[in-house]
């Protein structure tokens, strides 16, 4: 019987040999398998660990408390430009993955002693300034504006950049509306 990763695996059209690589270095590693976000996670007592995904240009395993682990090759990097936990390396092809096997490995480690270790990351709880369009949605609709209020902080701020980066105001209104079904039900942008 074919797991969920087996049949994500099967479907895909880029990067499908460097996935089955690195689903293989992962799990020699010890943690569970599972499909979260659409994607490959791996967890340790229902912890995220790590995430594998591939994109337009690269392939890259994202540790989701990367800001907490020690960096000794200096190659971990943001995910995006206001990520602010998360670190991911990167990958061209297979042969990099093959060649860095011990290093990823060795990430790998450090990304469950953090995790084991009970270390929190300490994001600053700096007031969100939302974008006027959708401050003043949330004025005018009281359940809209505590559905937004009970999401995380994280939620809430991918909201507010998403929405106030498109440059014209009808653009953000309809972003606004695009998302609120979403926020009634308490997921983020990406959920």
């Not at 969920?4 to 880029?14: A, C």
């Amino acid at each position: 019987m074919k797991s969920k990763i087996d049949e994500y695996i099967s479907n895909l059209k880029n990067w499908k040999n460097e996935t089955i690589k690195m689903r293989e270095i992962i799990l020699s590693c010890n943690l569970k398998e599972e499909i979260k976000w659409s994607k490959p996670c791996y967890t340790l007592d229902k912890k995220n660990i790590v995430v594998i995904q591939g994109f337009k240009s690269y392939f890259a395993v994202l540790f989701f408390k990367g800001v907490l682990m020690k960096d000794p090759k200096k190659i971990l990097e943001k995910t995006g430009e206001n990520t602010r936990v998360g670190r991911q390396l990167k990958f061209l092809n297979l042969k990099e993955i093959e060649k860095m096997e011990k290093t990823i490995k060795t990430y790998i480690a450090e990304a469950i002693r953090v995790e084991k270790s009970g270390e929190k990351v300490k994001v600053s709880n700096d007031k969100l300034i939302l974008v006027e369009e959708l401050e003043n949605r949330l004025k005018k609709n009281k359940s809209l504006k505590a559905a937004f209020e009970r999401l995380t902080p994280g939620r809430q701020r991918a909201y507010n950049l998403y929405i106030s980066s498109a440059k014209q105001p009808k653009t953000r209104e309809s972003r606004i509306d695009k998302f609120v079904p979403k926020i009634m039900k308490g997921k983020g942008i990406h959920d």
